[in-house]
C-alpha cells in the first residue's frame, strides 16, 4: 500500500514526505539497498518516544487532576508500553506500509511486535518534526486518547482501592465484588462485574478480564459518589 493512502486515510498530508517514508523504513532494508539513499528508522524512535511520553504526560495531568505523581506514572508507563503502542499500530494497520528487507520479511519481522512499536513511535517523531506538537496532539486524540477515555488502560489505575478508601470514611460500609455475567467465547469473553456497597449495586463494569470488569466497576462507583 502506498503512503499516499495512509495519508488520506489518517487526515494528515506531510510537507516531506522523505520524513514519512523513513519513518516506515526498517534498518534490515537499508542494509538491503546500500547503493540508495535510504535512512532508517532509528534517530525518529528516539524522538518520536520523547514525544510520545509528553503528549501522553500533559493529557493525563489535565484529565484526572486528582490523581497522585505516582498513579499518573504508573499509568503513563501502561499507555507507552510495547503492548500498547503494538495495538495502536495495528488500529491503524501501520505493518501494511513498512519497508523491510527480505530476510525479515521471511521470518515475520512485519508483525514483531517490538518493530511494530518502534514504528508507531517514529511516525509519531515525523509527525512532529513535519507538521509540530499540535498536529501530534490531533492525533493523538484520534487514535490514543480516545482509549484512555473509554477504560482501556484501567487496569494499571487502582480504582478499587480508591474506592476502598473512599467509603472507609464510613467505618460501617462493606464493598464486595460480584461477577455477574460471562459472555462470548473462551477465546474473546467479555465478563461484567458490579461492586456492591451496603447491599446496594454502586457500580457496573465490563472487562476483558475479572479484575478489569471489576475495576471498571469501581471507577463507576467512584464517578457517581464523588
Known amino acids: ?66 490523581m497522585a505523581e505516582g498513579e499518573l506514572t504508573k499509568l503513563r508507563a501502561s499507555i507507552v508500553c510495547e503492548p500498547a503502542l503494538v495495538n495502536f499500530a495495528n488500529d491503524i494497520n501501520f505493518s501494511n506500509y513498512i519497508l523491510l528487507g527480505k530476510g525479515e520479511e521471511m521470518t515475520g519481522g512485519r508483525n514483531r511486535p517490538a518493530l511494530l512499536a518502534d514504528v508507531f513511535e517514529s511516525f509519531i517523531g515525523a509527525l512532529y518534526l513535519d507538521q509540530g506538537f499540535e498536529q501530534v496532539l490531533l492525533f493523538l486524540e484520534r487514535y490514543v486518547y480516545p482509549q484512555i477515555s473509554t477504560g482501556a488502560f484501567s ?37 461484567v462485574a458490579e461492586v456492591v456497597i451496603n447491599t446496594k449495586i454502586a457500580g457496573v463494569g465490563y472487562g476483558r478480564t475479572k479484575k478489569e470488569a471489576e475495576q471498571r466497576a469501581a471507577k463507576k462507583a467512584l464517578d457517581d459518589l464523588q
Open 1 to 66: 500500500m502506498s503512503l499516499k493512502q495512509l495519508q488520506q486515510e489518517l487526515g494528515f498530508n506531510f510537507n516531506n514526505e522523505n520524513l514519512l517514508k523513513q519513518a516506515f523504513t526498517h534498518s534490515s532494508y537499508v542494509n538491503e539497498h546500500r547503493k540508495k539513499e535510504f535512512e532508517d528508522n532509528e534517530r525518529l524512535e528516539f524522538l518520536g518516544d520523547a514525544v510520545l511520553e509528553l503528549g501522553v504526560s500533559q493529557y493525563l495531568y489535565r484529565k484526572f487532576p486528582g
Open 155 to 191: 487496569h494499571a489505575m487502582d480504582y478499587k482501592s480508591k474506592l476502598q478508601e473512599f467509603v472507609q470514611r464510613n467505618k460501617n460500609s462493606i464493598v464486595e465484588y460480584v461477577i455477574v455475567e460471562e459472555r462470548g467465547p473462551a477465546h474473546n469473553k467479555e465478563f
